[in-house]
Structures are given as C-alpha cells and as structure tokens.
C-alpha cells in the first residue's frame, strides 16, 4: 500500500518562492501518476498539478501556470511542488495524491491514496 | 471548462436515514472520469467511488453511486455515525484537467 507524507510547508511573504515535498512508500514510485490538490481555509478542493508516472507529462490549473513547477525524483521516489510568486489567494493546505490509473474495466480509478498535507500561508 | 455544482450544500439527517447527494455538470462527463470523495475535519480526503459507480476498495456497500452524462448521484442508504462528512465529486478529462464541485455537507439533523 502506498503511502504519501508531505512537508515544506510554512509561512511565508508574498512574492517569495517554497517548495513542497512529498515522500512516497510502498510501492513501485515509477508505476504512477501523483497530483497536489489545494484547500484554501474553509474552502472546497481545487485540483493543482499534475505528473505522469515517468515525468514525461505535466498539468496545471491556470492560476499556477507559469508560477508552480510539478516534479518528481524517482531515486528519492519524491514529488516536489515549486511554487514561486506565491500570493495570498495561494494559501492553503496542500496535499498530494496518487493518481489510481485505469482498471481492468477501464474507469479511471481516481485519487485513491491522499497525504496528511502541509499548510502553505502566503502572508506579509 | 466543465462546472460541477453540487446539491444540496447542507444535508441534515439522523443516523439510519437515506442520503442523496447530486452532483450536475455544466457538460457531459464521461462515467469512466466521475468520482466522489468524503472529507471529514482536519483529514484528507477519501475516495469512495470512481467510474461514477464503482466502489473503492474498503468502501462499505452503503455507498453507491449512479448517473450519467451531466447528472450523477451518491447514495448513503442508511448513515452510519462515522458518515457525516463533507462529499465533493470530481471530473476528470477537461480543461482544467480535474475539477471539483463544492461540496455537499451531510450534518446530524
């Protein structure tokens, strides 16, 4: 069973820069797509990034590109997330998680293993 | 872009009632791409149904899902305790990649 672990987390000016990390286990790092997924204070879950299983695929949501970088080190089976240019509508809890792949039946099987996630605080 | 609004925000139930949660897309989502989710305070999320009916692994028979096309539906047949939760359903396939709808609150009546 894979497990996901987050950290790098902070609080941090707007306009600076922080990297997030998530440690993987459990599991064959390279089999599997990973995403961060962001809850702002009170809020609902929004979709970030993400990568395919051997890097060679990224995506984000609009209101990161160009910002954050999504990337993965199959040595360290690690993810990182760079968020440069933070701002304050980018504070959240920000959480990774492995992306289920296709079933036999050929459904998408969904975020099927989630993080603890670390909290991001953009504020002066 | 496909918006996926859920129904109703609050749900207030007693243990042993009937849940309906509606989850209504802007667009058509395939069946294969829709799943549902439970998020209980200060956890992450869980998933509990994929390919808009499909039971994760784990996920007690309670839980069922159903729909197509633009209006998908979970069902709690009988609430446990432990289920109340917020339920947010999910797409995944159109830009942006993956969306979430807002969430459904299912409270202690």
């Known amino acids: 069973q894979v497990q996901l672990v987050e950290s790098g987390g902070g609080v941090v000016q707007p306009g600076r820069s922080l990297r997030l990390s998530c440690a993987a286990s459990?599991?064959?790092?390279?089999?599997?797509?990973i995403h961060w997924v962001r809850q702002a204070p009170g809020k609902g879950l929004e979709w970030v990034a993400v990568?395919?299983?051997?890097?060679?695929?990224?995506y984000y949501v609009e209101s990161v590109k160009g910002r954050f970088t999504i990337s993965r080190d199959t040595s360290k089976t690690t993810l990182y997330l760079q968020m440069h240019s933070l701002r304050a509508e980018d504070t959240a809890v920000y959480y990774c998680?492995?992306?289920?792949?296709?079933?036999?039946?050929?459904?998408?099987?969904?975020?099927?293993?989630w993080g603890q996630g670390t909290t991001v605080t953009v504020s002066s | 872009e496909i918006v996926l609004t859920q129904s109703p925000g609050t749900l207030s139930l007693s243990p042993g009632e009937r849940a309906t949660l509606s989850c209504r897309a802007s667009?058509?989502?395939?069946?294969?791409?829709l799943a549902w989710y439970q998020q209980k305070p200060g956890q992450a999320p869980r998933l509990l149904i994929y390919?808009?009916?499909s039971r994760a692994t784990g996920i007690p028979d309670r839980f069922s899902g159903s729909g197509s096309g633009t209006d998908f539906t979970l069902t709690i047949s009988r609430l446990e305790p432990e289920d109340f939760a917020v339920y947010y359903c999910?797409?995944?396939?159109?830009?942006?990649?993956?969306?979430f709808g807002p969430g459904t609150k299912v409270d202690i009546k």
């Open positions: 999910q797409q995944y396939g159109s830009s942006p990649l993956i969306t």
């Open positions: 990568i395919s299983h051997d890097g060679s695929n990224e």
């Open positions: 998680a492995k992306d289920g792949e296709y079933g036999d039946d050929g459904n998408w099987r969904g975020m099927d293993v």
């Open positions: 459990g599991s064959t790092f390279s089999s599997y797509g």
């Open positions: 390919g808009a009916s």
């Open positions: 667009q058509s989502v395939s069946n294969t791409y």
